[in-house]
């Protein structure tokens, strides 16, 4: 079901606050003509407000009501009456079913009785519009009725009545043949899916099936040979099988690789493969787990996959830092790592052998830089805050194709270390500020600092004195309040003196008070009432402005008003409006 | 006139030292930034006379001009003003040599960035012209960390289209935006890019402005320039590129008012960002040198200006009439339905126009949606710089403005053509004029067309049209001499004959552009977030009230935290234009609710109580303002307004309108004290009649189904 977004800001109105509404509404219903009228003037008001966006359940209320008005008035005939209570009705029974209408256009009856309009109502706007006009009695029935269905289905119910859920339930049941496909469609497509997976771990297990071998073989011939054998045919066969299968579905191959038990060695796997835990600051992976999979990454290896790993892992990451895995999540960190070292440009390896260069080389999963999608990495991997985000954070940072700014580098790197520091703070942050004792990390350590130090400075001044540090505090409110310097008001008074408009100089704090409300105002909704007006007509004015006289002083004499178009300097509009303008005096 | 023009130009050079200065840098951007705003709108107030080009464009490469559709005007001016020329009209043949290469540069480079690349005539030297692409950044841009701005070295007919903000200055050769031509030495131009409408595209057009600069020259110069703005270490890749007829634009982040107040409201934070297009068709390019400045280019997959050989047509006619009539100026009126993109062109003609002329004047007619003002409003103004960006990326006061309160004039057509004939007397025949219209073409609408092009002498037609459906008969001359309008009318045929009798010379007769829009979307109202019409509205109304914000740098404030001025009931009068208000009640209208202010001459003076108007008079508007609040009890007026108080003084009436404040100023305010007034949580718009009136157009029959079937 859908949830408003908009239920949090509000609805702009036309009325201050709930008790204009109240007021209007029980006036509009009251025996008491002045009070109709009073709300009926009101929302004239409200009219003025809404513009076009009057709610037209209120515009056909008042509508019926001034008919009504008029008619206990008693100066008008039976006949006026029929006419003001037609308009009235019709309008009412058009506009209400508006909103019902669909592309094709449908019989008011059937709309109406949508609506628990009764059939009644609609001939009558018949009636009114294509036959015989009814009976002044008739039309005031109808009146009496119309506005107690507007009470009923929009005055009453308005305005934190709670309906809405009544009205959001009747949407159910609709689509449940949409509903039921969707759900066979889904099925299928899971059941696919857990195929492909099955088969990707099938693979997956008999690649580390063959690799175990070779690599228990390994141990026994000699130790110290870096070299890992060719691949055996087998192994080249299981390769193709796998590649073969990354092609239709490399998500689900990704998925399962990431597992335990695959790239996330289980304990076991790293005691046969003798691998002692290391700590989990820096996400280095042990290199023998490295070399266990390369001949697998190496023969995958696209742009496309990589995007699709480091992207997995990410996410991977995301969840775990919020389950609190060490082990997963070291290992899920140390392939990012490494996925992105081997990505790097940086040369800091001048100083190797030829030798040690070949090595390191050959531990890398891809040679070629591949153009990575460097923002999406970067709110990937903030997004994942854990233990070795900061080291990972500079490591994007630093290889990034078009680096950041170094201020915002650092500021990241700093942000990320004070994040993921967490109880123990274990790691230094890669980018140390001298000069910063003990972090302020959190507001709260903030207020611990000022209250510390307020203390004592209490405590020097009168010792023995122990006050409450809280008062202390200065308010931490942003300040919006608009504060204009002596300057500026002197400058402005000066430049508003001889005019009736001057610079509120009240004391006010504006801030607090929304637009619409001034300090000392009632929540009376008839505050606004004015008792005594004046009226002045006038009459369309020359649009020069005292300013723009001398500005344009020497066009305006040399141009009179050119008139080139058909030799008439006034037109009947012009004319009329002359004559209108003549007789008022 | 050759000295005055050097002078001028020396005055050019000057002040852009100033911004050029590399010390500048050195302050902080903010404080630079609030200096340049300022000196930008000491530059528009202080209308300086002059041209900004030491010489027009001269034509990328030679195509024949063609020439416009419908000429119809005899080539003796018969509008001249007397012998008002002066030195201009003895002008020297350069001027006009200027105009009519530059009338033919028009033609051909404003094809901008697509047609452009398709085009085979193109004088390319190294890199291909057309739209910079993702792996092309890595040569041509370059970043300075340090300062936060990049500079991208352009080769002759490459473009740069994006979204975003960002201050652009021409360091070497010369760009065109949008019409408008920056050339090396001239101020920073900010560029407005935002995800509602077409995306800005930067254009280089290569030759040296100094043809007497050797090419060794050239490049030398250019090269020296790019050591100027960037370290050692990151310039050298862009120096290889740099040539004697490259571009080498500085791209700057852009950081105003405007952009931090829309800013403040989450539901525009991403007015500057990409649009919903963009993003499906992936033709942002998120990673290049220039992210982090506030921009993102486009792919060539996200189209740029489309602009139809008519379109180029016309705009090459109109360059030339002036460069014809620098004397007797041309009064052009554009016209058509609605979004056939009549805003776009006038923007591009008036930024054509400001290559040559210090100043083109502008004559609002559509209320609707209004270039320089909160809609609802008609206005004269005078525009001395470009407009690169969308209306409300410019809420500039106008020189004149009439308050006429609602976003269409169909209640009141009398009113409507009284306030456009008043503002038209106004108009100083010195400068070139271009007259925008509605979007409204049948019916009473186009009578008030008729009546505009009577009313006002229009020398130039531009009618844009769109697709296959005729919204409105072309208004050729021959159809204008029989049709009537909403106040004038055909002359009567007399016996003693036609228009050559002597008496009326051919004034009448205008020459007719006609313009078949071809972008895709034309005639249709778009969709995407912040384009509809009332979205538009919102964001120029909030473009006008972030002038209340300080240049400076800092927080933002909410429209509520400002200090009002105050003004007692008795000294303004007070009226609705929109509808009857029953005049005890008036203030519940008029509290919290926006306000033109307006001038009368008469005195009011209401002794003590509120003044009324009885009804709207066409009356002169100064600016708008919020009425902040009613103080019943001292008989006061609050209103929060960015008018001057110098101005203010002259203001005795608030009109209200039809236009009203953005939703968001009233539901958005923060720090309040208990719940703001007008905002309620619990209006349900489930119930029935709760809506507002909304009218279904083209609601079939049930018989009509049968037949279409």
């Not at chain 1, 990034?400 to 994040?419: A, N």
Request: proline letters at 6%; charged letters at 25%; hydrophobic letters at 35%.
């Amino acid at each position: 079901m859908k949830k408003k977004t908009t239920e949090k800001k509000g609805h702009v109105v036309a009325w201050i606050n709930k008790a204009e509404w109240d007021q209007v509404l029980e006036y509009l219903y009251s025996k008491d003509c002045a009070l109709q009228k009073y709300a009926l003037h009101r929302i004239s008001a409200w009219k003025g407000r809404f513009a076009h966006n009057t709610p037209i359940a209120v515009e056909s209320t008042a509508d019926l009501v001034r008919c009504q008005i008029l008619d206990r008035s008693g100066k008008l005939d039976a006949d006026d009456l029929v006419l003001l209570y037609g308009t009235a009705l019709m309008r009412f029974v058009n506009l209400i079913t508006e909103r019902q209408q669909g592309k094709i256009a449908r019989p008011l009856r059937r709309l109406a009785s949508n609506l628990k309009i009764p059939e009644w109502i609609v001939n009558l706007r018949h009636d009114i519009t294509h036959r015989k006009l009814p009976t002044l009695k008739w039309c005031r029935k109808g009146c009496k009725f119309v506005l107690e269905w507007l009470q009923q289905e929009y005055w009453s119910r308005q305005l934190g009545s709670g309906l809405a859920e009544n009205w959001e339930s009747q949407s159910e049941g609709e689509d449940g043949e949409d509903e039921l496909q969707r759900q066979e469609d889904e099925l299928i497509t899971r059941q696919k899916e857990i195929e492909s997976y099955k088969k990707a771990r099938e693979l997956l297990i008999s690649f580390e099936k063959e690799q175990f071998q070779t690599f228990e073989g390994f141990l026994e011939e000699d130790k110290q040979a870096s070299l890992w054998p060719e691949p055996s045919a087998d192994m080249s066969w299981i390769l193709a099988q796998i590649k073969h299968f990354a092609l239709e579905s490399s998500e689900i191959l990704i998925d399962a690789l990431i597992e335990d038990g695959f790239m996330v060695p289980t304990i076991e796997q790293l005691v046969s493969l003798s691998v002692d835990n290391s700590d989990p600051t820096a996400p280095h992976l042990p290199r023998v787990v490295l070399r266990f999979w390369l001949p697998l990454l190496k023969d995958l290896n696209s742009q496309l996959f990589i995007h699709l790993l480091l992207e997995k892992l990410f996410v991977e990451l995301q969840q775990l830092s919020e389950d609190n895995q060490k082990h997963r999540s070291f290992y899920i960190a140390g392939w990012i790592s490494e996925v992105i070292l081997c990505n790097s440009n940086k040369n800091e390896y001048h100083y190797e052998s030829k030798i040690q260069r070949k090595a390191r080389l050959k531990d890398k999963i891809f040679m070629k830089r591949i153009q990575l999608r460097w923002q999406q990495l970067l709110a990937a991997c903030l997004n994942a805050p854990c233990m070795a985000t900061p080291h990972l954070l500079q490591q994007i940072l630093e290889d990034m194709e078009h680096p950041m700014p170094l201020d915002t580098r650092q500021k990241l790197l700093r942000l990320s270390s004070i994040y993921t520091q967490g109880a123990d703070s274990g790691c230094d942050p890669p980018m140390e500020h001298s000069g910063q004792p003990s972090g302020i990390y959190t507001l709260e350590s903030l207020h611990e600092r000022l209250r510390v130090q307020s203390r004592r400075q209490v405590y020097m001044m009168h010792p023995g004195i122990v006050s409450d540090s809280r008062k202390a505090l200065p308010e931490r409110t942003e300040d919006f309040q608009e504060h204009l310097s002596p300057d500026v008001l002197a400058e402005r008074a000066a430049e508003l003196r001889g005019s009736p408009w001057q610079v509120c100089t009240d004391k006010v704090q504006w801030k607090n008070y929304p637009l619409g409300k001034v300090p000392g105002q009632s929540e009376d909704p008839s505050c606004l009432m004015v008792d005594n007006f004046s009226t002045i007509m006038v009459f369309d004015q020359q649009v020069e402005m005292e300013n723009a006289t001398q500005h344009n002083a020497h066009a305006g004499v040399s141009m009179p008003h050119r008139i080139t178009t058909d030799g008439l300097l006034w037109t009947h509009n012009d004319i009329s409006k002359l004559k209108a303008g003549l007789q008022l005096f | 006139m050759t000295s005055k023009r050097q002078q001028c130009n020396d005055k050019w050079f000057k002040s852009n030292r100033i911004a050029k200065n590399p010390d500048s840098s050195n302050l902080s951007p903010s404080t630079a930034m609030a200096k340049l705003e300022h000196r930008a709108s000491n530059l528009r107030k202080d209308k300086p006379n002059l041209k900004r080009l030491k010489k027009g464009a001269k034509a990328v490469s030679f195509r024949p001009v063609k020439t416009p559709a419908a000429t119809e005007r005899t080539p003796s001016r018969p509008l001249t003003n007397g012998g008002a020329g002066g030195p201009e009209q003895g002008s020297d043949s350069d001027e006009s040599q200027d105009w009519s290469s530059f009338a033919k540069s028009v033609l051909h480079q404003n094809g901008g960035g697509e047609s452009m690349e398709g085009q085979e005539s193109c004088v390319s030297t190294k890199a291909a012209p057309g739209r910079i692409e993702e792996e092309a950044f890595v040569h041509c841009a370059e970043r300075d960390y340090i300062h936060n701005r990049t500079v991208l070295v352009m080769q002759q007919g490459q473009t740069l289209c994006f979204r975003g903000k960002c201050l652009l200055s021409c360091l070497y050769g010369r760009v065109e935006v949008h019409g408008f031509t920056l050339e090396e030495g001239q101020q920073s131009y900010p560029l407005f890019s935002p995800s509602s409408h077409c995306p800005l595209t930067v254009t280089a057009l290569g030759d040296s402005p100094n043809p007497s600069k050797t090419k060794k020259a050239g490049r030398l110069e250019a090269k020296a320039i790019v050591r100027k703005y960037l370290s050692t270490e990151t310039r050298r890749r862009l120096l290889s590129e740099v040539d004697s007829d490259s571009c080498v634009i500085l791209l700057e982040p852009l950081d105003t008012p405007l952009t931090r107040f829309l800013n403040s409201f989450p539901d525009l934070k991403e007015v500057f960002g990409l649009s919903s297009r963009d993003i499906r068709e992936s033709s942002a390019m998120l990673d290049t040198p220039l992210s982090g400045l506030g921009i993102t280019p486009l792919r060539k997959t996200a189209r740029g200006m489309v602009m139809s050989q008519t379109y180029r047509e016309a705009l090459n006619g109109l360059v030339n009439a002036c460069a014809e009539e620098l004397d007797g100026c041309p009064v052009i009126l554009v016209c058509g339905a609605k979004n056939v993109g009549k805003s776009t062109f006038n923007r591009h003609l008036i930024n054509t126009l400001l290559n040559h002329t210090a100043s083109v004047e502008y004559l609002e007619c559509d209320l609707g949606q209004t270039e320089f003002t909160p809609s609802g409003c008609l206005s004269l103004s005078t525009v001395r710089e470009p407009l690169l960006g969308p209306p409300f990326t410019h809420q500039w006061a106008p020189e004149h403005m009439i308050f006429y309160g609602q976003s269409s004039c169909e209640t009141d057509l009398d009113r409507y053509l009284e306030s456009l004939k008043s503002l038209w007397r106004l108009y100083n025949r010195e400068t070139p004029i271009v007259i925008n219209t509605m979007g409204w073409v049948k019916g009473f609408g186009f009578q008030l067309l008729v009546d505009i092009i009577r009313l006002f002498s229009i020398s130039h037609v531009v009618q844009l049209s769109s697709g296959d459906k005729v919204m409105c008969p072309q208004l050729t001359p021959e159809f204008l001499r029989s049709s009537h309008g909403w106040q004038t009318h055909p002359p009567v045929q007399s016996a003693l004959g036609e228009d050559n009798s002597g008496t009326h010379p051919a004034q009448r007769s205008y020459t007719l552009f006609r313009i078949h829009s071809e972008f895709e979307g034309a005639g249709r109202p778009g969709e995407m977030r912040h384009q509809r019409s009332n979205e538009q509205r919102d964001l120029a109304l909030l473009g006008y009230f972030s002038q209340l914000q300080s240049p400076e740098p800092g927080p933002v404030r909410p429209l509520h935290c400002f200090t009002p001025y105050q003004v007692p009931h008795s000294a303004v009068a007070v009226g609705v234009t929109h509808c009857e208000v029953a005049p005890t009640h008036v203030l519940y209208t008029a509290n919290a609710s926006l306000v033109g202010l307006c001038c009368l001459n008469e005195k009011v003076s209401g002794r003590g109580s509120p003044v009324l108007l009885s009804q709207t008079p066409v009356c002169p508007c100064v600016g708008f303002g919020v009425l902040r609040g009613v103080d019943m009890a001292r008989g006061l007026y609050f209103l929060v307004t960015p008018v001057a108080p110098s101005i203010l003084r002259q203001v005795n009436c608030l009109l209200l309108g039809a236009v009203t404040l953005p939703n968001t100023l009233l539901t958005g305010q923060t720090g309040i004290l208990g719940d703001p007034p007008y905002v309620t949580m619990d209006y349900s718009f489930e119930l029935t009649g709760a809506g507002k009136l909304h009218v279904f157009k083209g609601l079939v029959r049930p018989g009509q189904m049968k037949n279409a079937k």
